[in-house]
């Protein structure tokens, strides 16, 4: 018996096509976020938990995002599109 709780976890994903490379979601989650030599988004690899203090610049990073090429995914669904 018992109530079992998932913890969710998520994971930024870039659209290449829509990002303008101009770098500011590496200024809004630079724990998150680096960029390449030509100001591109590297989007780090790790899952992001539910309750990650990242989790809160990943949102701003997904809002603060100028081209809208930026979104926050649960890790299942992220994997499901690959
Ligand atoms: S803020 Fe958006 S458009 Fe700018 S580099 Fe990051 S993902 Fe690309």
């Given at each position: 018996?018992?109530?079992?709780?998932?913890?969710?976890?998520?994971?930024l994903?870039?659209?290449?096509?829509?990002?303008?490379?101009?770098?500011?979601c590496?200024?809004?989650a630079?724990?998150?976020?680096?960029?390449?030599?030509?100001?591109?988004?590297?989007?780090t690899?790790?899952?992001?938990?539910?309750?990650?203090?990242?989790?809160?610049?990943?949102?701003?990073?997904?809002r603060?995002?100028?081209?809208?090429a930026?979104?926050l995914?649960?890790?299942?669904?992220?994997?499901?599109?690959?």
């Amino acid at each position: 018996m018992g109530v079992k709780r998932r913890l969710a976890a998520f994971h930024l994903e870039v659209d290449p096509i829509a990002c303008d490379g101009f770098g500011h979601c590496h200024e809004l989650a630079p724990e998150l976020v680096a960029l390449d030599e030509w100001g591109y988004p590297i989007i780090t690899p790790e899952p992001i938990g539910a309750s990650d203090p990242a989790l809160t610049s990943a949102r701003y990073a997904v809002r603060g995002c100028p081209r809208q090429a930026l979104r926050l995914e649960r890790v299942k669904d992220a994997e499901s599109r690959r």
